[in-house]
């Protein structure tokens, strides 16, 4: 967009706000080269077709409307709804490492355990903190969701490579680490539901908060295979490195979905 186009924008929203100021020459000279903005001008500097409804019809409008509305409940503040995200991963997860009986603690040594855990918790704070801001409308995001996704991937896909061995003991690494990763993917899905429900209320943009959800629901299951796989080879580790990236797909698909039908 044209900067002065951009500055026009800026002055038609702060007079729509109630800001009044006088438009300078530049702002004049734009006006008279510029048709779209100059149809915005004339559209705002236009008097409104309709008369205002008298005092006590537009009251009584009011409070029928007023009666009808039910009490919306204020949403938490940001941080409370940071730390409600990160509960719902980390409760989540513990299902599924319990029922693969904690595995992967033994199995792993202490750089292996601690440096994934380190930056799994580092990439869980940025996506909790993203999905806390698309809940409420206007508020800023440090960084766009897709970014942090291939963030994550890539260094979880690193540490794969430099933390673990290359020698596998299976004949068919393939086949475990694709049923390792179905393992995954299946016991993170129910904590999709209750990510839903943190967000219910407050859904403005299907797509990217199902982007966010799938994003979470595959860092949950990459925490299950993280303390509940007994395989510690790079090759299998991989598989458990794409779960982040699988799962924001996923939700991409849903959130696509989702808008399709809204428009049929």
Do not use: K
């Amino acid at each position: 967009m044209n900067p002065e186009c951009v500055r026009m924008e800026t002055w038609f929203h702060d007079r729509c706000r109630g800001v009044q100021s006088e438009l300078d020459p530049a702002g004049r000279l734009h006006l008279e080269i510029c048709l779209p903005c100059r149809r915005l001008w004339e559209s705002l500097a236009q008097p409104p077709d309709s008369a205002p409804l008298p005092g006590p019809l537009s009251e009584a409008i009011a409070a029928r409307l007023a009666g009808s509305l039910a009490p919306v409940r204020p949403l938490p503040a940001p941080a409370v709804r940071t730390v409600s995200i990160l509960l719902v991963l980390a409760v989540a997860a513990l299902p599924g490492v319990n029922f693969l009986n904690y595995a992967g603690i033994p199995a792993l040594t202490f750089g292996q355990l601690v440096l994934p855990t380190v930056w799994l918790i580092a990439v869980a704070v940025g996506a909790a903190l993203c999905l806390s801001a698309q809940m409420e409308p206007g508020s800023r995001r440090l960084f766009p969701t897709a970014g942090l996704i291939w963030i994550a991937t890539a260094g979880f896909v690193v540490g794969s490579v430099l933390l673990f061995r290359w020698t596998a003991d299976d004949p068919h690494p393939w086949v475990r680490g694709s049923v390792c990763t179905l393992y995954g993917v299946g016991l993170a899905m129910p904590s999709s539901l209750a990510f839903w429900l943190l967000v219910r209320r407050a859904v403005f943009s299907p797509l990217s908060i199902a982007v966010s959800i799938g994003f979470l629901v595959g860092l949950t299951g990459f925490t299950v295979l993280l303390y509940g796989c007994q395989y510690t080879d790079a090759f299998h580790q991989l598989w458990h490195a794409a779960i982040p990236l699988i799962g924001g797909g996923l939700g991409y698909l849903v959130g696509a979905g989702a808008l399709v039908l809204d428009r049929l």
